[in-house]
């Protein structure tokens, strides 16, 4: 899958420097009052993604769940609303995942895990 | 424990600093304080100290969750009216509902929009402000503003246990008009109402700003004098006594009015059994006053193995 192999680019972003289709910008970027926080949120993806990179590879699916639930819940505040949507829809699989569904197969996971990563990649003021 | 500061204060728990950061942010123009915490514990600490005028509650906390929270909120006398508004993660029916069961006042989800959470905020407060207002009337009598029997109760029980812990000075005066009964059936209710009224206004034209004055019944009021032992309960008890005794009645000019006195007090309070026993000593000096023949104050200095009372003026 094309998401899967992006997830595992080093330095994916920086590829993309150049390009505006497919930056990820803040709703709120020009709102004065947002702008300080909305800059320091960007800057605190790299870890962000980092995070999500080491929970995933240890497999650590409530650790995962939790990550989604709080990026979910933070990131459409700054003006990331495709960011949180994509945190909402990996958080609900993981719940289904732990409530004991049979549906839920790992490509959709891995799927869903990826279209997160490529968003918080796509962020820019 | 007050609420006497200029601006109501906010409080938030969350657990994500991001969210902090936002609400901070977002609320940076709004009336009010913000204060912020990342736990439970912290923010209940925090309660102790100064009570806030609303709660953002976050329920999806790892350690104590905001479900718990709410739970020690709402076990917390002095918060009884603090509005929560919960702002969750957690979009299920069943946590709304149990949030609200538990006694939250109202729900945001997030993502949240801002205008509807400022809105919201405006809207609890609001809320809490009238149940305030409300808490307090329910505390004051109707005819003569000052404090009613349910309050006098509650602050003398706490007056009583602080002089007892500390070993202060306290006194009690209970105050009774004479032959009350005489003016309502000779001149009428009104007069009654307006001999009632100017009553209380001589005790709080007498009285010193940090004693209590309650109305307990009909015609029988309390001053509550801390730091306040017997012998300067008394000059207060005969300022009011003679000032009741001065004074000329619109409706009655020819017909003065007079009052009993009886205070019950003591330069050091752990020596005293307790509220209602002290409450007693006072009346038997009121009553005395009453068969003394009337218009005087009496005086029990609460001094072990001494029934003597004395006159003052």
């Known amino acids: ?45 790299p870890e962000r993604i980092g995070r999500l990179e080491e929970v995933w590879t240890g497999q650590h699916l409530d650790e995962l769940k939790r990550l989604a639930h709080q990026i979910k819940g933070a990131s459409g505040g700054y003006g990331f609303t495709p960011v949180g949507d994509a945190a909402s829809r990996l958080e609900s699989t993981l719940m289904r995942l732990s409530e004991g569904s049979t549906q839920v197969t790992l490509e959709q996971m891995r799927g869903q895990f990826g279209d997160l990563l490529d968003m918080c990649r796509r962020v820019q003021m | 424990m007050s609420q006497e500061q200029s601006k109501p ?84 029916s069943q946590d709304k509902v149990a949030a609200f069961d538990l006694g939250a ?26 149940l305030r207002l409300l808490a307090e009337r329910a505390e004051v009598d109707g005819l003569t503003g000052l404090a009613n029997r349910a309050a006098f109760n509650r602050r003398w029980t706490q007056e009583v246990a602080e002089g007892q812990r500390y070993g202060r000075k306290l006194s009690l005066a209970v ?54 032992g017997p012998d300067d309960a008394s000059v207060v008890g005969e300022r009011i006594r003679a000032a009741m005794a001065q004074a000329v009645w619109p409706k009655h000019p020819e017909h003065t009015v007079t009052v009993s006195v009886g205070i019950a007090g003591t330069v050091a309070a752990e020596a005293v059994p307790d509220a209602a026993a002290w409450l007693e000593r006072a009346d038997k000096a009121l009553y005395a006053a009453k068969h003394g023949g009337r218009n005087r104050v009496m005086i029990d200095p609460l001094k072990a193995g001494v029934t003597l009372l004395k006159m003052a003026g």
Not at chain 2, 105 to 130: G, M
Not at chain 2, 190 to 205: K, L, R
Not at chain 2, 207 to 218: F, L, M, N, Q, S
């Open chain 2, 175 to 228: 105050l009774d008009i004479d032959h009350f009964k005489r003016i309502n059936d000779t001149f009428g209710h009104p007069a009654g109402d307006e001999v009632i009224q100017g009553f209380a206004n001589i005790i709080n034209a007498s009285i010193r700003d940090c004693d209590i004055a309650c109305r307990y019944g009909g015609e029988e009021f309390c001053v509550i004098m801390p730091e306040t």
């Open chain 1, 1 to 45: 899958m094309a998401e899967q192999s992006r997830s595992e680019e080093p330095g994916g972003r920086g590829e993309q420097a150049g390009m505006t289709a497919g930056v990820i910008r803040s709703e709120f970027a020009n709102d004065p009052d947002m702008r300080e926080i909305v800059e320091m949120y960007v800057q605190e993806m």
């Open chain 2, 105 to 130: 006042t109202d729900y945001v989800t997030k993502p949240f929009d801002f205008s509807e959470l400022r809105a919201r905020i405006r809207s609890a407060l609001r809320v809490e402000h009238l």
């Open chain 2, 9 to 92: 204060l906010v409080v938030l728990v969350d657990d994500s600093a991001d969210v902090h950061r936002l609400i901070k942010a977002r609320l940076r123009s709004e009336p009010y304080e913000l204060a912020s915490y990342v736990n439970g514990p912290d923010a209940l600490d925090a309660f102790k100290a100064r009570v806030p005028s609303l709660v953002l509650l976050d329920l999806d906390m790892p350690g104590m969750d905001g479900f718990a929270v709410i739970r020690a909120i709402k076990a917390t006398p002095a918060m009884a009216s603090t509005p929560i508004v919960i702002l969750s993660g957690l979009t299920e």
